[in-house]
């Protein structure tokens, strides 16, 4: 995507958790992209979005506001090339978690994807099950989600990507 993006980083050692800051009016959001097995099958990742809540956990029904939408999109887009570099014979599936957001990733897709169709094979899903009602992304078609896999490996990376372990606590003793 031709947008600014977000350029650092946390990425966990496995590559399914990525964390960044979005920035802008409302101050610094603390956001969230994570990648986890959907459903029972192992060759499609779901990509959950968000804001970073205090405990940890991902929020994705947030609305922050904070006047960089494009910003955080065009950062997700980067992250699935990265994602891809590790895990490239994998899908992404991804739906809103409302009917806006969904559409609002349709629209982001259907305004960038001469671009998006370069590097991803693009799938429009019509209900939940992925495996039915599924054809290749088309303008002006509401969809219930989207499942993408990469066409072409080796992204050029524009990140500071920093790796962490979110769940090992830092342990020292003082003498």
Known sequence: MKYEMYTELLVTSDYLVYE????GPK???????QFSSY????????LAFGTKKYDGSLDDLARDNNNDRNKILATVVSVLRVFFDKYPDKWVYFTGSSPERTRLYRMAITLNLEELILDFEIVGTHNEEYTINKEPFEKGVNYFGFLV??????????????????EREQGGTTT
């Open 20 to 23: 960044f800051a979005s920035v």
């Open 27 to 33: 101050g610094t959001i603390p956001k969230i992209i």
């Open 39 to 46: 459903k029972d099958d192992k060759s499609i990742y779901n």
């Open 149 to 166: 896999r990469p066409k072409n490996l080796n992204f050029k990376y524009q990140y500071k990507i920093l790796l962490y372990e979110p």
